[in-house]
């Protein structure tokens, strides 16, 4: 029996076609991934490089120069007392330019005003009642004074005031001319009656108390 005869002839020539495209498929893939791994190893190696530098540019620490030394110190004078420009005194000091220093003065702090100390309240005082006013004697029992009859018979008359002490039992304890009537006789008339009188005491607050009274007398003799 012979071999098969394929009509439409031999099929082994597709399967040597994709045989020999898949080396070159694949060589391209992994040149692609070279390329890709060298930019990014050269990416990174630039930023390393950059940042280094930056560093060091911001980091950077220039010497400071030192001052030149002088040849010669000069030392300062020592200051002597009562001396021109010794300690204490007015004069301004003055610096390599012969321009005087400016100097801060302190004003001193005024002292701190001390707070008003709140008076304590004082006690409320106890309120007293007001006193009553005191109620005066007035008469009780007033025997007339006898009429001197020398005056009456010359037909001379006046008034006498007498003032009336008065004790606290209603009892003069003492009389007084306040006023004259330019007749002793009438004057002595008018004290002795007023001695036999009685009078309601003096009273305060409804107690009995000392007291005084002035007494009118008139004296008229009869036509």
Do not use: C
Not at 3 to 28: I, N
Not at 66 to 86: I, M, N, W
Not at 107 to 127: G, H, I
């Amino acid at each position: 029996m012979g071999p098969t005869e394929f009509p439409h002839g031999d099929m082994s020539k597709p399967e040597s076609r994709v045989s020999r495209s898949l080396p070159a498929g694949l060589g391209q893939r992994r040149a692609l991934w070279w390329l890709g791994g060298a930019f990014a190893v050269g990416l990174l190696l630039f930023l390393l490089i950059w940042n280094h530098q930056r560093q060091q540019q911001f980091f950077r620490v220039e010497p400071v120069a030192k001052p030149e030394a002088t040849d010669e110190y000069q030392p300062l004078p020592v200051p002597v007392p009562g001396a021109e420009g010794a300690l204490g005194t007015a004069e301004p000091e003055t610096g390599a330019s012969n321009q005087p220093v400016p100097h801060i003065l302190e004003t001193p702090r005024p002292p701190p005003v001390p707070k008003p100390v709140a008076e304590a309240p004082r006690p409320a005082e106890p309120s007293q009642p007001a006193a009553s006013p005191v109620v005066q004697p007035s008469p009780l029992s007033t025997p007339p004074p006898q009429y001197p009859r020398r005056a009456l018979s010359a037909g001379i008359g006046g008034k006498v005031l007498v003032r009336v002490e008065v004790g606290p039992d209603g009892v003069p304890t003492d009389s007084s001319l306040v006023q004259s009537s330019g007749e002793p006789d009438l004057d002595r008339a008018a004290l002795q009656a007023v001695r036999r009188w009685r009078f309601h005491p003096a009273s305060q607050n409804g107690v009995a108390t000392v007291g005084s009274v002035v007494v009118p007398f008139v004296f008229e003799p009869q036509n």
